[in-house]
């Protein structure tokens, strides 16, 4: 009986958090550690990535760090770091970076930016929506010349499909190149990505062709693969939409800074150092 409460005690505390079982990374003498507060710790250290995609041992590597800094806060507490002085300054410095920071997310979720407006932005600014022309090329790189004729001895007279089939294995087999186990796939470039001598030799093939003589670069040899071939193109208004608004709102909010903080010096009292005030005239 004694364990059914203590069974029903504990989802009774994860029902009224609001958390799932699954949410919990770890407990600390009773208090929860999630997987939002591993999301918050990865924004705060690798904002390009989350902490769902990272792999399960470095999420254990991060929980382990979440528990450590649990019982750190309550070393500190038990010997009433709260109490000194530089903790009570720099809690109020923090306030007032607090302060300003949602001040300012408030006036940039002020700014208005209408679909009509980002539109005469786009309309206006053609050159900053041109997507270059680009290939996707695969290669097989190689360390001498005669291997690299060898491999295109035993490409030159397949075509389409079978040609690409046949590319792919002999990149698993034979390519030295880091792309070798993806089948030589280097993805989209555009020109003057790659090296000058491979940037000329993928640009002047037609697509699904490969190149009929070993390109040497300072890697060594490569035979390389056309997949596709694209043209230079406009984006698509739909594709830019959103980033052209947010930009047009940060050029907005950063000028309405600007006023704000002009309008506010000319009302308030300010007193300069005179190494401040020359620094403030210039």
Avoid: C
């Amino acid at each position: 009986m004694k364990k059914l409460i203590k069974v029903s005690l504990v989802a009774a505390t994860v029902l009224a958090t609001g958390l799932m079982a699954t949410d919990i990374l770890a407990t600390v003498d009773g208090k929860n550690i999630t997987k939002q507060d591993g999301e918050a710790f990865v924004r705060a250290t690798a904002p390009q990535t989350t902490f769902e995609k990272l792999p399960a041992e470095q999420q254990k590597m991060i929980a382990e760090r979440l528990v450590e800094r649990a019982l750190f806060v309550e070393a500190a507490r038990k010997e009433n770091v709260a109490d000194d002085p530089e903790f009570k300054s720099n809690i109020e410095k923090l306030k007032e970076e607090l302060l300003v920071s949602l001040w300012m997310k408030k006036q940039m979720d002020n700014a208005i930016v209408s679909d009509s407006e980002a539109q005469d932005f786009y309309k206006s600014n053609p050159d900053k929506f041109v997507m270059p022309k680009n290939v996707h090329a695969r290669h097989i790189l190689v360390a001498d010349e005669k291997t690299a004729q060898d491999i295109i001895a035993e490409l030159k007279d397949l075509k389409d499909e079978a040609l690409k089939t046949k590319f792919i294995e002999l990149a698993k087999a034979k390519s030295t190149g880091p792309t070798g186990e993806k089948g030589g796939d280097l993805g989209s470039f555009a020109q003057g990505q790659m090296v000058p001598e491979f940037d000329k030799a993928a640009f002047a093939l037609n697509k699904g062709e490969i190149t009929l003589a070993p390109v040497k670069t300072q890697f060594g040899f490569h035979v390389i693969y056309l997949e596709d071939k694209k043209d230079e193109s406009t984006v698509a208004f739909d594709q830019v939409k959103e980033k052209i608004i947010q930009s047009l709102k940060q050029k907005q909010f950063q000028t309405k800074l600007k006023e704000v903080a002009k309008e506010m010096k000319s009302k308030a009292k300010i007193t300069y150092t005179d190494d401040a005030a020359t620094a403030e005239k210039k």
